[in-house]
């Protein structure tokens, strides 16, 4: 294993221990609002501090990209690499004791990802990819399903919570999905909803205004699994258009197509 991996999996364990010591006592923790419906705690705060002084101590020079701290350069300024981390996706879910959550971190190069891993420290499952090299859960390889009809596909995506401007065009979507595939999953954390799609659970996943660490490690896991993955024309640009789409190939097809059907 790439020992660039291996730095992002302590990372990332490290912050799961953060996570799961404090979701035995949940009324314990402080919860502040960033905005309607969009929480952040301690937790998060405490689990990416963890996370980045982890990434830090290895490669000093690295930027990063994280939710609660935002972006900063490495000890040299501007860097070809850069850290995508979500230390707690799922803080709603976490809250109220919902075990849906998970911690992410990507890693990429010129914009491109090159690791990524995505760790649920609920059930102890650690997924993981390296560009070029597979994608794994708990170091056994794993493969994308192989299902090619919609109707017998299982959908996961995330409803809009935060921004409400386009909502309508998402229930239009929402409806034609529910009416063509054999079921849709909005589980609430999409970094863990695309590592399921990664291990064949679920079949495809779309969702709109994403931030990049929702995606990064996600997006590769679904790739090195033998997926594909685009924004709503296809392209490679959903890490800054928030706007992504999952899936084995003959399902991310027929997602483009339903949805394209809608947003031209």
Same mark, same amino acid.
């Given at each position: ?129 390296? %560009? +070029?090299?597979?994608? $794994? =859960? ?7 399903? /192989?299902?090619?009809?919609? @109707?017998?596909? &299982? ?77 709503? %024309? +296809?392209?490679?640009? $959903? =890490? ?7 899936? /084995?190939?003959?399902?991310? @097809?027929?997602? &483009? ?8």
């Amino acid at each position: 294993m790439h020992p660039t991996i291996n730095i992002a999996i302590k990372a990332a364990r490290r912050a799961g221990q953060i996570i799961n010591r404090a979701s035995l006592d949940l009324g314990q923790v402080k919860v502040a609002t960033k905005q309607q419906s969009d929480y952040v705690t301690e937790i998060d705060k405490a689990a990416e501090a963890a996370i980045i002084e982890v990434l830090q101590d290895a490669y000093p020079k690295y930027a990063i990209l994280a939710e609660e701290s935002g972006a900063s350069t490495g000890s040299e300024g501007d860097s070809e690499f850069q850290w995508i981390i979500d230390p707690l996706d799922g803080t709603t879910n976490f809250i109220h004791g919902f075990p849906q959550y998970a911690v992410s971190i990507g890693l990429a190069q010129n914009g491109v990802m090159q690791h990524g891993v995505v760790y649920d420290p609920n059930r102890n499952e650690l997924f993981t990819a390296s %560009k +070029g090299g597979g994608a $794994f =859960l708990n170091d056994k390889r794993i493969r994308v399903a /192989n299902r090619a009809k919609l @109707a017998e596909a &299982l959908i996961g995506t995330g409803f809009p919570y935060r921004i409400f401007d386009r909502i309508d065009q998402y229930v239009a979507i929402f409806k034609d999905m529910t009416q063509k595939t054999a079921g849709m999953r909005r589980p609430g954390a999409a970094s863990l909803d695309l590592a399921w799609v990664a291990c064949g659970r679920l079949d495809g996943f779309w969702e709109f205004g994403l931030a990049p660490w929702d995606m990064a490690a996600g997006s590769l896991l679904i790739t090195e699994a033998g997926g594909l993955v685009g924004d709503t %024309k +296809g392209e490679q640009d $959903f =890490l800054a258009s928030g706007d992504m789409l999952g899936g /084995n190939p003959k399902i991310f @097809a027929q997602l &483009l197509q339903i949805i394209g059907q809608h947003i031209r």
